[in-house]
């Protein structure tokens, strides 16, 4: 498998933004590929945060992140994107970027993952 490779991660204040990025060669630029955001804070369970089909570039998200973060994609980089604006304490966890070489099932079936990168905010 195709290695995932996260970066832009960093420590924020409240309210700032950040913006993650992906390098998923092969992933982005299928026709028939979902990449995905998740995250994952101390003591808590992992979530999805983020999806991306490719096939039409339909996305979605979770509601925690609505209105705030935006999935988007590169295909020229072979990178995919989360543009986080406004954010919270809330939002502290460690993110990572996943992929799948099918049509998006929310937040299931991803078998790619990167090793992460971490975001803080401090109120």
């Known amino acids: 498998q195709v290695q995932l490779v996260e970066s832009g991660g960093g420590s924020v204040q409240a309210g700032g933004s950040l913006r993650l990025s992906c390098v998923a060669p092969g992933y982005v630029t299928s026709s028939r590929s979902c990449l995905g955001w998740f995250r994952q804070a101390p003591g808590k369970q992992r979530e999805g945060v983020a999806g991306i089909y490719t096939g039409g570039g339909s996305t979605y998200y979770a509601d925690s992140v609505k209105g705030r973060f935006t999935i988007s994609r590169d295909k020229a980089k072979g990178t995919v994107y989360l543009q986080m604006l406004d954010l919270k304490s809330d939002d502290t966890a460690m993110y990572y970027c996943?992929?799948?070489?099918?049509?998006?099932?929310?937040?299931?079936?991803?078998?790619?993952w990167g090793l992460g990168t971490q975001v803080t905010v401090s109120a």
């Open positions: 996943a992929a799948r070489s099918h049509y998006c099932s929310e937040w299931d079936g991803f078998d790619n």
